[in-house]
């Protein structure tokens, strides 16, 4: 099982990825308010200011205070370190 580090000693699994995106925009806002609504927004910040939103195949949002270019390139890192 392949990990990506979301910061701060925090994992999320790369297969159950669907999506990495900025919090900036209203439908990101609108789907983190929806989530912690439903129960299932887990907050990875730290009391940090959120710069990714971890979209999962489970219907969790993450929030990370990592931002997604660097969350993205940690998951291209594992897959490469996988392939060798």
Do not use: F, W
Request: hydrophobic share 40%; with cysteine; net charge negative.
């Amino acid at each position: 099982m392949q990990l990506i580090n979301i910061g701060y000693g925090n994992m999320v699994s790369a297969a159950r990825v669907i999506a990495i995106v900025a919090p900036d925009s209203a439908p990101i806002k609108r789907l983190i308010q929806e989530s912690r609504d439903k129960g299932t927004l887990i907050d990875a910040t730290y009391g940090r200011k959120t710069r990714a939103v971890v979209i999962m195949d489970s219907d969790h949002v993450v929030l990370s205070a990592v931002s997604p270019e660097t969350v993205c390139g940690r998951a291209a890192e594992e897959e490469v370190e996988e392939d060798e």
